[in-house]
């Protein structure tokens, strides 16, 4: 598609409850990142792909988070066990190229642990 | 590593005037690209301008335009001819030159336009 499409646009779980997000990126872009927006408006990078291939991961809480792309799926990132601190919004962004090609996002997922 | 700054949280400008927004940076790199993002309430990020660091001329995109001192490693972009569309938070965002280089955020600044 022309857009980086998210879904769910709203989601809501329970303390400890297990959380997944989707992201399609632009047909033809081959990088796909994972941000966190926390209510203060900051921005942490949290995962990178090159295709199906993990980039650049130093973001992750690795005890928790995992994310995948795999061919012909949506990318995915998974939250296990959530807790309160990860209520926050959640983008996804696709570039063409990892370097002159700017990001292009989604319009986020807001995640709310209750 | 690098760092993104943006000292002001928040700035008003009435419709029709002229605002610039402040970023700075810090880093070791010589060769990355520098950007504005505009996150209106529908929370969308939407690319405003983008700053390679190799060139030397500022970039313009319609009513906007960045002020980019590589020495002072510094980047502030104006907008001129302030419209109520434009009211928004504005992050600036750095990236190096490299294979799926990610992007590093400033804190943002929430820009008003007043009728």
């Known amino acids: 598609g022309e857009e980086v499409a998210q879904t769910p646009k709203h989601l809501v779980r329970g303390e400890g409850q297990k959380a997944k997000l989707y992201c399609a990126p632009i047909?033809?872009?081959?990088?796909v990142f994972w941000y966190q927006q926390v209510l203060k408006n900051e921005f942490k990078f949290l995962i990178s792909?090159?295709?199906?291939?993990?980039?650049?991961e130093t973001g992750m809480p690795k005890e928790r988070f995992s994310a995948k792309c795999l061919p012909n799926s949506p990318c995915s990132l998974e939250i296990q066990a959530t807790k309160l601190e990860d209520s926050a919004v959640y983008f996804c962004?696709?570039?063409?190229?990892?370097?002159?090609?700017?990001?292009?996002f989604g319009q986020g997922t807001r995640l709310t642990v209750v | 590593a690098q760092t993104v700054t943006q000292s002001q949280p928040e700035m008003s400008v009435q419709e029709a005037e002229t605002v610039t927004l402040s970023c700075t940076y810090d880093?070791?790199?010589?060769?990355?690209?520098l950007f504005w993002y505009k996150q209106p309430p529908s929370r969308q990020m939407i690319l405003v301008i983008r700053?390679?660091?190799?060139?030397?001329q500022n970039a313009t995109e319609n009513r906007f335009s960045v002020n980019f001192q590589k020495a002072a490693k510094s980047f502030s972009l104006k907008i001129s001819d302030s419209q109520l569309g434009d009211t928004a938070m504005y992050f600036c965002?750095?990236?190096?030159?490299?294979?799926?280089?990610?992007?590093?955020f400033g804190k943002g600044i929430t820009l008003s336009v007043r009728p």
């Open positions: 700053q390679e660091a190799y060139k030397q």
């Open positions: 965002a750095f990236m190096k030159n490299g294979a799926n280089s990610k992007l590093t």
């Open positions: 792909f090159q295709n199906e291939n993990v980039f650049d």
């Open positions: 047909k033809g872009h081959s990088y």
């Open positions: 880093t070791s790199e010589s060769n990355y690209y």
């Open positions: 962004a696709s570039s063409q190229r990892g370097t002159a090609g700017a990001a292009f």
